[in-house]
Nanobody
Framework: QVQLVESGGGLVQPGGSLRLSCTASGSIDSINTMGWHRQAPGKQRELVATIANTGGTYYADSVKGRFTISRDNAKNTVYLHMNSLKPEDTAVYYC?????????WGQGTQVTISS
């Protein structure tokens, strides 16, 4: 079992920044990918960004150039640095841990972009 604890969501004005954190604990595989997905009201959950234990990253087109994903393997923590936030970035953001044995989701953290 792997547990994921997210933090860092909140309300910010358009153009602002936020940093999300997700820490994994439990039976962590050395080879894994961690990432962030988001789900806006009335929409399907979508992939935002992922980062492998090797450091390889992937970004959705909608966040390229604005969001940066990073991780601290020693702390089993992944971060999502979000800049130039737009109202359309408003969603519940979910952390995901993926490994050969299993996939896990965090409980989600609300991000609201509004003036």
């Amino acid at each position: 079992q792997v547990q994921l604890v997210e933090s860092g969501g909140g309300l910010v004005q358009p153009g602002g920044s936020l940093r999300l954190s997700c820490t994994a604990s439990g039976s962590i595989d050395s080879i894994n990918t961690m990432g962030w997905h988001r789900q806006a009201p009335g929409k399907q959950r979508e992939l935002v960004a992922t980062i492998a234990n090797t450091g390889g990253t992937y970004y959705a087109d909608s966040v390229k150039g604005r969001f940066t994903i990073s991780r601290d393997n020693a702390k089993n923590t992944v971060y999502l640095h979000m800049n130039s936030l737009k109202p359309e970035d408003t969603a519940v953001y979910y952390c995901r841990y993926s490994a050969v044995r299993a996939n896990y989701w965090g409980q989600g953290t609300q991000v609201t972009i509004s003036s």
